[in-house]
């Protein structure tokens, strides 16, 4: 089975340290808030940005302990794995509502050392290390949605 996706007019290839920084962010506000994964996501090579169901407004404080959370995990080496499982099996581990209607019964879990795994069909590094240095460049919050742009440096 290929790892790697075939581009067409619907999407393309991601850039694969931003894209692993994307699953590390989402497991951190898992963690630290307990908000859930991103509802939107747009990740680019040069700046991304993710938006949560966020409670309330977050404060300084919030910001930048996502931020060294992330920067904690990128740095911990943690290699990324991948591992395919029926989705009779995903279902109890995964929410499945976001898989297309054509999608094969075997999915591909991705994972982040013992940090985070998810379904996904992207591009990844091999190792947290290969990411370099994540950084929170804005955010704002409307209406229970905190979005955070980010780089990577």
Do not use: W
Not at 97 to 116: F, I, W
Not at 141 to 153: A, M, S
């Amino acid at each position: 089975m290929n790892d790697i996706p075939q581009l067409n007019e619907h999407n393309k290839e991601e850039y694969p340290p931003m894209h692993t920084t994307e699953h590390i962010v989402n497991q951190t506000m898992i963690r630290l808030f307990g908000c859930g994964r991103a509802v939107s996501a747009h990740i680019e090579k040069k700046k991304s940005k993710l938006d949560f169901r966020f409670p309330q407004p977050p404060t300084e404080a919030d910001i930048r302990q996502i931020e060294i959370c992330v920067n904690q995990v990128i740095q911990s080496r943690l290699p990324i794995t991948t591992e395919y499982i029926t989705q009779d099996e995903a279902q109890s581990r995964f929410d499945l509502r976001r898989l297309p209607d054509n999608a094969s019964d075997t999915v591909r879990v991705v994972k982040v050392g013992d940090y985070d795994e998810c379904l996904c069909i992207g591009r990844h590094v091999e190792n947290t290390s290969e990411i370099g240095t994540f950084k929170i460049i804005s955010y704002d919050f409307k209406e229970n949605i905190l979005r955070l742009r980010f780089k990577l440096l």
